[in-house]
């Protein structure tokens, strides 16, 4: 597996399973009404951030999005985003992106990394970025609508580097 900047054509392979993720209702707090165009910069970071994907053979596997958390004066925290294809999960895809999204915003000089809304449901994720050195900071309670589950929390989760 190879993890690599993502370019511009790229975006038509990311969507297919950028759309069943966040259509599936349980992990993203996406426009519900998003088509190719409109979801393209939902996901396409502009600098400095960068938007990476995994790739085997020419093939997309997932996709990562990363940069500073928020503008300004809260730009030395780096925050990222993560989607693996449905058809490729559990080969280790997510723990290879967060990885390298740990080492690029260290090699970017970000003095940590934000999750600002893992969703608490999402038990895979959250045992993953525990994995990888992230502490839930706090729950905000009901501040996800759950397309199967209803109103749950959304963590925010935090590693200083």
Do not use: C
Request: aromatic share 12%.
């Amino acid at each position: 597996m190879e993890i690599r900047d993502a370019s511009p054509d790229d975006w038509p392979r990311i969507y297919p399973f950028f759309a069943a993720i966040t259509d599936a209702g349980g992990t993203y707090a996406y426009p519900l009404d998003h088509t190719l165009e409109s979801a393209r910069p939902w996901w396409m970071e502009s600098p400095p951030g960068v938007t990476v994907v995994a790739t085997d053979a020419g093939e997309i596997l997932g996709s990562a999005k990363m940069g500073p958390n928020r503008p300004g004066r809260g730009a030395h925290i780096a925050t990222a985003s993560f989607m693996v294809d449905p058809a490729h999960q559990g080969r280790g895809i997510g723990k290879a992106l967060g990885t390298y999204a740990v080492e690029w915003a260290r090699a970017q000089g970000y003095v940590g990394m934000q999750f600002n809304a893992v969703v608490s449901t999402n038990v895979v994720a959250v045992r993953l970025w525990q994995q990888l050195g992230f502490t839930i900071m706090t729950t905000i309670p009901e501040a996800f609508d759950h397309r199967v589950h209803g109103l749950v929390g959304l963590h925010v989760m935090y590693q200083k580097f």
